[in-house]
């Protein structure tokens, strides 16, 4: 998708589309009264104060066709600078526009607004020059937004609109904004039943239905084996800490707007956890430790909670509650390059299972000039830095450098992938950290039998649940591998009254060898049973009739495909046993 925004072109033509919708509403709507109407990624907005009108899904194509109408008279956009004091008169009627001059600094503000036929509002600019220029367009949706996004002031309607330069272009941004909506993890996810949200628990506090908890376990199952078998030990930590524990890391100082409120019990006070270092940096310390006993690798599914603005929140993507698949990595410095290659390559392995191809790492760096972010160490910021530039170039992994991207206490390694539709997403991270272990007063006793500080590696490969099964949903469509799917086979008798016994046995084989199946035995034609399994999206379908229980067979067919296939019953367990053992 193309970052309108960013485009100098298309931003000039929607900016000037803007003002083209508004004064479309304002001919339809006399009293209209608008805020701001800046330019987006997707397009652009305007926020407008209908007074008593309310905006409707039906209205947009009327606004379209008066747009329509103003940009075949083909004005001329006419541009004029004028001082504090006349805009304050020419706009006195309009509060919102008032609002705007009057935080303008008077001496180095230049106020400009724009003319087109009978409409005029305030605007940076610049415009196309005529608005005729402006033909091919798009309303795309509407919805609240409160003035200042201020829950106190009153709620605006914003319109949303595209504006590109030939038809064809709107067509296939039309065509991808179906395509986003199609694949939305919210639609799908309501649809299917993984995750709901409800006001009583909260923005950004998603509920785990039963289809949902699946998905979660399954992954979680995956990749706690992954980490297993690289010698992880995976621990459970409290989902809360006293402020002490945030201030002893630093936390507090950087990330306190980012965590939840205090709590005072008793005579402490508590916050939220907002991530698990500190929770794991004192795991470590609950013991004397040799150089022999490193590297240990703590890993822990955890539930963290940050505060994000309820604007800023969407589904299972953003969230204020997630659980994150986190570890702390204790090592010697020489030990650095060798287990960041692992780390390195345990998410290139887990991107090859899931068949993720289109991504690039990010090294992020801090700015050495930017004293008060990152703890100002030179030479730990300059070795850790060449250190993970050095196991990068070793593995001629292509990336790309990111200054002023780092945490506070070290460099940090970032995987961007492009997901099916819109933009790069940061799944996996691994981060250096000379700092915490400082900070914990960590110790190792080294070969000669003196005290040395572990250097931590804090890495996510999934980053959080949460995240990363919005983006398997909208990457699927729904339709998720067979060892993925929370039902893998939907079994339909042919007849109720015939074939309902052997499809139950069939259904309690399938139990017992640990496949998740479900029995549709309601009184429904076959016809539609067989659709509704295509449309929930379940993996496998049986069909079981006279023939496949004389033979004690099955009959399946696969989602998205017409052909039935005739198998054994021990053969046909085998095989999806097999599919499933695979993570095909």
């Known amino acids: 998708m193309i970052n309108i925004k960013e485009n100098e072109k298309l931003n000039i033509l929607n900016h000037s589309c803007a003002?083209?919708?508004?004064?479309?509403?304002?001919?339809?709507?006399?009293?209209?009264?608008?805020?701001?109407?800046?330019?987006?990624?997707?397009?652009?907005?305007?926020?407008?104060?209908?007074?008593?009108?309310?905006?409707?899904?039906?209205?947009?194509?009327?606004?379209?066709?008066?747009?329509?109408?103003?940009?075949?008279?083909?004005?001329?956009?006419?541009?004029?600078?004028i001082t504090k004091e006349e805009a304050l008169e020419k706009f006195k009627d309009d509060p919102y526009k008032i609002d705007l001059i009057e935080r303008m600094d008077e001496e180095s503000t230049v106020i400009s607004c724009y003319t087109q036929g009978d409409f005029t509002d305030l605007c940076r600019g610049p415009h196309v020059e005529t608005v005729k220029e402006l033909k091919h367009f798009k309303l795309i949706k509407f919805s609240g937004a409160y003035w200042k996004g201020d829950a106190k002031n009153k709620m605006l309607q914003r319109i949303y609109g595209v504006c590109f330069e030939r038809e064809e272009e709107l067509n296939e941004h039309l065509e991808f904004l179906e395509e986003a909506k199609q694949r939305d993890h919210r639609k799908i996810g309501k649809e299917q039943e993984i995750f709901m949200?409800?006001?009583?628990?909260?923005?950004?506090?998603?509920?785990?239905?039963?289809?949902?908890?699946?998905?979660?376990?399954?992954?979680?199952?995956?990749?706690?084996?992954?980490?297993?078998?690289?010698?992880?030990?995976?621990?459970?930590?409290?989902?809360?800490?006293?402020?002490?524990?945030?201030?002893?890391?630093?936390?507090?100082?950087?990330?306190?707007?980012?965590?939840?409120?205090?709590?005072?019990?008793?005579?402490?006070?508590?916050?939220?956890?907002?991530?698990?270092?500190?929770?794991?940096?004192?795991?470590?310390?609950?013991?004397?430790?040799?150089?022999?006993?490193?590297?240990?690798?703590?890993?822990?599914?955890?539930?963290?909670?940050?505060y994000e603005a309820s604007g800023a929140v969407k589904g299972l993507e953003r969230v204020r509650c997630m659980c994150q698949n986190d570890a702390h990595l204790f090592v010697t410095p020489e030990q650095i390059g060798e287990e960041f290659k692992k780390v390195v390559s345990l998410i290139l392995d887990v991107y090859k299972d899931f068949g993720l191809n289109n991504y690039k790492f990010r090294l992020s760096l801090r700015d050495p000039l930017d004293k008060e972010k990152y703890f100002d160490d030179d030479n730990m910021w300059n070795e850790a830095e060449e250190k993970l530039r050095s196991v990068l170039n070793e593995l001629g992994v292509e990336y790309f450098e990111a200054i002023g991207e780092a945490a506070f206490y070290g460099p940090k390694l970032d995987v961007e992938v492009k997901p099916a539709v819109g933009p790069e997403v940061t799944l996996s991270t691994c981060q250096l950290d000379f700092l915490l272990p400082r900070r914990f007063e960590l110790s190792y006793i080294d070969s000669n039998g003196e005290k040395q500080i572990p250097v931590v590696l804090h890495r996510a490969i999934f980053g959080t649940f949460d995240r990363f099964t919005a983006f398997i949903i909208e990457e699927t469509k729904g339709v998720f591998p067979l060892w993925l799917s929370p039902v893998q086979v939907n079994v339909i008798p042919v007849n109720l009254e015939y074939h309902l016994e052997y499809s139950r046995k069939i259904v309690e084989e399938l139990k017992n060898n640990g496949i998740r199946v479900e029995l549709d035995d309601r009184n429904e034609k076959l016809g539609y049973k067989m659709r509704e399994s295509q449309t929930k999206k379940i993996p496998i379908t049986l069909i079981l009739g006279d023939q496949e229980k004389e033979n004690n067979t099955i009959s399946y067919r696969l989602h998205g495909e017409k052909e039935t296939t005739t198998l054994n019953t021990e053969e046909f367990i085998e095989n999806i046993k097999k599919q499933i053992s695979e993570k095909k």
């Open 197 to 306: 949200n409800h006001e009583l628990v909260g923005a950004g506090m998603p509920l785990w239905l039963p289809n949902g908890a699946i998905i979660r376990k399954q992954l979680e199952n995956y990749i706690y084996e992954k980490e297993r078998k690289l010698g992880y030990d995976h621990v459970y930590t409290p989902c809360v800490g006293t402020v002490d524990l945030y201030k002893t890391s630093g936390h507090w100082d950087h990330y306190k707007e980012n965590m939840f409120p205090v709590m005072q019990v008793d005579e402490e006070e508590f916050v939220l956890r907002p991530m698990n270092c500190p929770h794991h940096m004192l795991v470590y310390k609950n013991k004397l430790h040799s150089y022999r006993d490193l590297p240990i690798r703590i890993g822990e599914f955890a539930t963290d909670f940050r």
């Open 19 to 81: 003002h083209l919708m508004a004064q479309a509403v304002k001919h339809l709507y006399p009293n209209a009264k608008f805020w701001v109407g800046p330019v987006i990624e997707e397009g652009f907005y305007y926020d407008i104060d209908l007074g008593d009108d309310v905006i409707k899904e039906e209205d947009l194509p009327k606004i379209e066709k008066e747009m329509k109408k103003i940009s075949k008279d083909g004005k001329r956009i006419y541009r004029e600078e």
